[in-house]
């Protein structure tokens, strides 16, 4: 509660991923699999310390001078900040470190939808996984949640599913349908058909021998950077002590003299910018760095076993021709059975995603076999 009426008092007010979501299932994952240190929190904080956030050399300052961190949140991703935004609210002494910068690596490269996935929907009616709908309906809920926090940086895209066989239409206009009623008051608009004239109108290059008709649905589209710079920023304001390009280069560790445990008490960081290391010393450590997730838990047990696997999701920028600015495409009918998106973004458009194995790289690169597939599919 602290987190979203910080948002909605200072995101919206000040100009400020999908990150709510990614609370969300932080908070589930914390749950489930994860005992972090109970730490005291004062109360609340309802209204911002900083009337403009610290300075770099003023927020390092402080991560020097500050004896013992409550928390310390290792990446500045959407998690990461979000994760810092929700602890300083709630009273909690915050320090947020990032070795990039904030919104530098996966939470900037996303399709740049907020949605519930029709296809994770598909999945739970045709399997009966009642785990996949709940991951529907949660998202759907954090669809609108973000929509009513973020106006400046979110809104509602109508998004086209062409049709090219007369069966098809009817079966895709269920599901959306059931997409729309899954949703229940959040519904953005309702979905309608369109004719095989009107979606050529839209959309030219479509099949128009094989084009049936094409059903309209609608979905979220946001601004991932600036909605995770914007929460880092924030979380500065109320006093959480943010810092990029602040590298960790080890983890820190004390035995806990009434259990003789060893737990981690922060980390070693190094200034990539000046090649300064100093100690940051926390209660509790969050491991908020994405794909780098095992790096990071390795720093604490060399012999830990991998639990990330990375996959990468390839897109590429193509002309703004290729898309109307009010409306996306998704198609589902592509040679090896993927979807794929074709969508408006600052007047070019989006085209994407793959998904396929990849190693863990600082600046990975696509495949030139990634991006003849969304070349040919185009």
């Known amino acids: 509660m602290a987190f979203q009426k910080a948002v909605k008092g200072t995101l919206v007010g000040g100009g400020a991923l999908a990150t709510v979501l990614g609370l ?39 991560l020097q001078n500050t004896s013992e961190f409550d928390i310390l949140v290792i990446g500045g991703g ?13 009273g909690l002494k915050t320090a947020l470190v990032e070795r990039d910068d904030f ?82 008051s959040n519904c953005l608009k309702s979905s309608y058909v369109l004719s095989k004239s009107r979606a050529l109108e839209h959309f030219p290059m479509l099949q128009k021998d094989k084009l049936v008709g094409a059903i309209v649905y609608y979905d979220g589209q946001h601004n991932d950077a600036r909605m995770n710079l914007a929460i880092a920023l924030t979380a500065a304001r109320y006093g959480a002590a943010t810092a990029n390009y602040m590298e960790v280069v080890s983890l820190l560790k004390k035995t806990d003299p009434q259990t003789g445990k060893v737990h981690v008490s922060g980390a070693r960081c190094k200034d990539v910018l000046t090649g300064q290391e100093f100690d940051v010393r926390a209660k509790c450590v969050i491991n908020a760095t994405g794909p780098f997730t095992d790096s990071v ?28 600015e009010s409306m996306g495409l998704l198609d589902p009918a592509t040679s090896d ?42």
């Open 24 to 62: 969300s299932q932080f908070a589930h994952y914390r749950r489930k699999q994860m005992n972090l240190a109970y730490v005291k929190a004062a109360d609340c904080i309802s209204e911002p310390v900083n009337r403009e956030p610290p300075s770099r050399e003023a927020q390092l300052l402080t």
């Open 103 to 184: 919104s530098s690596g996966t939470s900037s490269r996303s399709t740049k939808l907020i949605h519930g996935g029709v296809r994770y929907l598909q999945k739970a009616i045709m399997k009966l996984d009642i785990e996949q709908y709940r991951m529907v309906k949660e998202a759907l809920h954090e669809r609108a949640n973000l929509l009513e926090i973020a106006p400046h940086l979110s809104a509602p895209l109508p998004i086209m599913l062409p049709v090219y066989k007369w069966w098809q239409l009817p079966y895709y206009w269920v599901g959306i349908k059931l997409y729309d009623l899954v949703a229940g």
């Open 297 to 324: 838990r390795k720093m604490d047990d060399k012999d830990a076993a991998a639990i990330c696997q990375p996959s990468a999701g390839v897109h590429i920028v193509m002309p703004g021709y290729y898309s109307p």
């Open 78 to 90: 959407a998690t990461g900040s979000g994760c810092a935004l929700d602890a300083v609210t709630r």
């Open 337 to 378: 059975g993927r979807v794929i998106f074709f969508l408006p973004w600052q007047k070019m458009t989006i085209a994407g995603t793959t998904d396929t194995p990849t190693d863990v790289t600082h600046h990975p690169i696509p495949s030139e076999e990634d991006i003849n597939f969304i070349l040919n599919e185009v």
